[in-house]
């Protein structure tokens, strides 16, 4: 029942008008009909989500230190965000402009990050179902990252990139190099699109799935995916930094 209590006001709040507490306020586009497809299941809902992003994050020097904690963070905004294929002239343009201003020294850092979604799952059996299934449209690290009082699976892959681009006050790349940056992204982001699409497709086609004796996933198209190995992902607990949670335990991203 805490379980049905959850997943109806976390879609209430998906279907308001507000904003959400992630940075972007708001669903990601690309991805809201595989959102739609999980939360349409009585067995899973969605908790947090991001489509995949390019982006140059510019964060300071220096840590600064956290009210809240005795550990420093470093914190940091967005200079450049898209959740969809980026134009290398305009991320040239804003990294190279043709008019200097002064501004505090920050570390601008390139990133790209494909889709990741957390899900609240019923019970474990169900839990092993879909993590199976991500697993099997190239979301390999994808696993239960929680399984106490509520079961959470993490729906992600290892396709990312980060790389360092100098300061506010020195680019230590050229533009050649920016450009061939956003080529290997744009690579990477068309790559996660088909990872999603297919993860989309296996979902609505194979909605109904059966756990037989031998661990075995049988799909209603024939498929079979062995669940032995699924174990608990302690080394990635989302809770342990991957996301910041909210204070009802919901993740946030995008």
């Excluded at 992630?22 to 991805?31: E, H, Q, R, V, Y």
């Excluded at 914190?75 to 134009?87: M, Q």
């Excluded at 506010?168 to 050649?176: D, G, L």
Aim: proline share 6%; glycine share 4%; net charge neutral.
């Amino acid at each position: 029942m805490e379980f049905e209590k959850r997943k109806a006001a976390t879609l209430a709040s998906l279907n308001s008008t507000e904003s959400d507490k992630s940075p972007k306020g708001s669903l990601d586009t690309p991805i809201i009909p595989l959102i739609n497809t999980l939360n349409q299941n009585p067995n899973y809902f969605t908790t947090s989500s991001c489509s995949g992003r390019i982006s140059i994050l510019s964060q300071p020097l220096s840590p600064i230190p956290s009210p809240q904690t005795k550990k420093k963070a470093k914190g940091g905004t967005w200079l450049f965000v898209s959740h969809h294929t980026a134009n290398p002239d305009s991320i040239i343009s804003l990294l190279f402009p043709s008019d200097s201003t002064q501004s505090p020294i920050s570390e601008l850092v390139f990133r790209f990050e494909p889709l990741i979604i957390a899900i609240e799952c019923k019970d474990l059996s169900s839990a092993q179902s879909l993590v199976a299934l991500a697993i099997s449209s190239g979301f390999r690290e994808s696993g239960i990252t929680n399984a106490n009082k509520r079961v959470i699976i993490a729906i992600r892959c290892s396709i990312r990139m980060e790389v360092p681009l100098g300061d506010t006050q020195k680019i230590m790349v050229t533009p050649e190099y920016v450009k061939y940056l956003v080529q290997v992204a744009n690579e990477k982001m068309e790559a996660n699109w088909n990872r999603t699409d297919r993860f989309l497709r296996l979902l609505q086609n194979n909605g109904s799935m059966v756990k037989d004796n031998s661990n075995r996933l049988s799909l209603t198209n024939g498929v079979e995916l062995v669940c032995d190995n699924l174990q608990l992902d302690h080394e990635s607990q989302l809770t342990n930094g991957n996301a910041p949670e909210n204070d009802s335990g919901n993740f946030l991203w995008s």
